[in-house]
């Protein structure tokens, strides 16, 4: 997929926009964002580990494998709205992109959920690899709660069998 593919307004990387349609509840949907088990099944393999509270910290990883990001909880309205800084931490390259913005919100939609994700507050000509991951990881999140299954592509799986 090129880099064209994606929503982007303002300058290229400036905010990104994702939505996906997922037959769910939003208390479910919220459930699969906020589990460590559960979001390490459609995100790469990386689980997040948090309290889920108003400015709580958050950290993605494969314990003693890869640190992939971190940040803090800005806000936490659940079953609808979470808002979180986000630094990547893969390479020293994203790294150095400093700390952007990822917003998740959830909106009932008949007898499923439209989620929105939202990554803003980055640079004019941010790495694409900050927001490209993004189209595989709610592909992977509205496979597994559509069908219990979880996506075979190579990156959806890329650290599923990694362990410490």
Known sequence: MSEDAYTVVGDRGSMTVFEVYI??????LWEAIVS???RAKYSFGVGTKSEWTK???YEASVPGVIDIAKGENLEVDPPRRLVQSFTALWSEEVER???SRVTWEIEPVGSSCCL???HDQLGADANSELYGGWPMIL????TL???GEQLDTPGSLRYSGASS
Not at 23 to 28: D, I, M, N
Request: proline letters at 4%.
């Open 23 to 28: 037959k769910t509840t939003p208390e479910r």
């Open 36 to 38: 460590e088990e559960m």
């Open 55 to 57: 400015g709580s910290g």
């Open 97 to 99: 992109e400093g700390t």
């Open 116 to 118: 929105r994700v939202t």
């Open 139 to 142: 592909s992977g999140l509205k």
């Open 145 to 147: 709660l559509e069908t």
